[in-house]
């Protein structure tokens, strides 16, 4: 699975009455940027949707997007993999988002326009706003503040009779899981001025794993990133991901992922290629409708093109009535 739309705002054009289920691996942050629609859910009542409402779902969420039947909905969306984030998440954090996910209880959160969640989406969502640093970090900014309630952390203070527990739970929500996975378990426990045998008791009957099979998991899953978003060697994918020996790493990421590390990349690339194919072809199509409208109304494409950035093809179509019906003087 390849995760180079990560944190990237995205557009999605639903015509008259087209259903979208967004089933996406990942936290979805989405905003209504035109047209009218409807959120559906089971056991859930129908949610209207106006421009500029905005919602914020788990990964599995079963619902679909729904568009009026009077005209098209217009979309834009970023998603968020916290897997991906170990540099910044915490064990603790990355814990409490999983329960969160796999909770059939965690709600669709609603925010309409006027709301300030809605407001902030809308400054991200603007032409001039570009896909840089910057944009990423405001995208997780701001999933972060609607779930922050999620995030409230592990208590820090625990009884007066444990509190070896209690630093124990203070360092693992401190150390961001990038850190967790480099230091060895009596570097760990030497921390907390502790047995190792100690340390991993604690490890496993917080977390329910061993402290060696999360680490395992957090150098895969830095592999996969590095070969999905790089054309790092083989071999330096390894070592970057702590691995010292190619073969075992080839070894433990097919056991995990069912693919060596080559074949991986070369699956994750033709999805790339694909997704970016359909981009072009989408733009191309967009030109020519800009072309097709300027010659049948009379204004050039270029026109077009300028006036209408971002638009639908039903409002480049509106917009386009209404320069001619001015020139003509109707």
């Not at 916290?82 to 910044?88: F, K, M």
């Not at 075992?248 to 194919?277: C, D, I, V, Y």
């Amino acid at each position: 699975m390849t995760v180079e739309r990560h944190l990237i705002l995205q557009d999605k054009e639903l015509s008259a009455s087209a259903e979208w289920l967004p089933n996406i691996p990942a936290w979805l942050g989405l905003r209504v940027a035109a047209g009218q629609g409807y959120w559906m859910q089971s056991g859930v009542a129908v949610r209207s949707l106006t421009a500029g409402d905005v919602l914020f779902m788990g990964s599995n969420v079963n619902g679909a997007i729904r568009a009026s039947q009077l005209g098209s909905l217009c979309l834009q969306y970023f998603t968020v993999r916290p897997q991906t984030l170990t540099g910044i998440i915490t064990l603790v954090e990355c814990r409490q988002l999983e329960k969160a996910v796999n909770n059939p209880n965690l709600p669709v959160l609603f925010f309409e326009a006027r709301d300030t969640i809605a407001q902030k989406y809308a400054m991200l969502a603007t032409p001039a706003t570009e896909d840089h640093l910057g944009s990423r970090c405001a995208c997780l900014q701001l999933w972060a503040e609607v779930f922050s309630n999620l995030l409230a952390g592990e208590p820090k203070n625990s009884p007066v009779d444990d509190k070896l527990r209690g630093r124990f739970l203070q360092l693992v929500g401190q150390i961001p899981q990038t850190e967790l996975a480099a230091q060895s378990i009596g570097e760990l426990a030497a921390q907390l001025h502790c047995s190792e045998r100690h340390f991993s008791r604690l490890f496993r009957e917080q977390f329910g794993a061993s402290l060696r099979s999360r680490q395992i998991e957090l150098r895969l899953e830095r592999a996969r990133q590095l070969l999905a978003n790089s054309n790092t060697k083989i071999i330096n994918v390894a070592y970057e991901s702590g691995y010292r020996h190619v073969g075992l790493f080839n070894a433990m990421f097919k056991k995990r992922f069912g693919l060596t590390p080559s074949e991986w990349r070369r699956q994750s690339l033709k999805k790339t290629f694909f997704s970016r194919q359909v981009s072009v072809r989408r733009s191309a199509a967009q030109m020519l409708l800009h072309a097709v409208i300027g010659l049948f109304f009379g204004i050039s494409a270029i026109q077009v093109g300028l006036v209408l950035p971002r638009q639908t093809p039903s409002a480049c179509l509106a917009h386009a009535t209404t320069i001619t019906t001015e020139q003509v003087g109707i």
